[in-house]
């Protein structure tokens, strides 16, 4: 296992339509993370998965985005009827337990033209 | 509301310039403080997790410290390959709730 990794590296879509990404967490890691980042800022925290529970999700999640970790796997995050606003770096990370540094994917970049 | 302001926004240094960069942080309940490096393009890499004021951790020329309102990164004889963002983030909660609030990072270019 050699980290966290995600598919695909860079996305470009139209306006409107849906897009899904895919996390795939190192094996052992129970605890699964999504950000969000934009140039020039600092991730942002998007939502939480301790096995295949979501346990938290922000406010920043409106109800175009969803994500899923089936059988506390790999994680997929879909965001429907795109927005340009939704252009950014979507990250994902997991960690084994609480208190502990995440390990980070290498990100998708979507671009909504 | 969790806030973690990071300074200088960018810094520039010559290659064995040593500096620090200042993390300070408003948090209730801090469970811990990370400091990452992201590169252009790519995911942030951990580098230290400090639990308690006090605390030091260090890693080649790195040197984190930990006081009650803020962190410090202190570099020492900086190599250009140095040269990235490095992002502060502090985590409170407990449980199984865990919340991870972001600094926007000091850019950090060393020169030959």
């Known amino acids: 296992d050699t980290g966290v990794s995600q598919d695909p590296r860079h996305k470009i879509t139209k306006r409107g339509q849906n897009v899904t990404f895919r996390c795939d967490p190192i094996?052992?890691?129970?605890?699964l993370y999504w950000y969000r980042q934009t140039l020039g800022q600092g991730p942002e925290f998007l939502t939480y998965f301790q096995n295949e529970a979501q346990l938290e999700k922000s406010r920043l999640l409106s109800d175009r985005f969803s994500a899923e970790r089936p059988k506390g796997s790999f994680s997929t995050l879909e965001i429907q009827r795109t927005e340009q606003g939704d252009s950014a770096m979507y990250l994902c990370a997991s960690s084994p337990v609480i208190n502990y540094g995440y390990t980070f994917g290498s990100g998708t970049r979507l671009t909504v033209v | 509301e969790d806030q973690v302001t990071q300074s200088p926004e960018a810094l520039r240094l010559q290659e064995g310039e040593s500096s620090s960069l200042n993390c300070s942080y408003t948090v209730s309940g801090l469970r811990g403080l990370f400091w990452y490096r992201q590169d252009p393009g790519k995911g942030p890499e951990f580098l230290f997790t400090l639990y308690s004021a006090g605390e030091e951790k260090e890693k080649e020329r790195l040197k984190a410290t930990l006081t009650k309102k803020e962190s410090f990164l202190h570099i020492t004889a900086p190599k250009p390959e140095d040269s990235a963002t490095y992002l502060c983030?502090?985590?409170?909660?407990?449980?199984?709730?865990?919340?991870?609030?972001f600094g926007t990072g000091t850019k950090l270019q060393v020169i030959p």
């Open positions: 983030a502090v985590l409170r909660g407990s449980g199984g709730y865990q919340k991870v609030t």
């Open positions: 094996s052992e890691h129970n605890r």
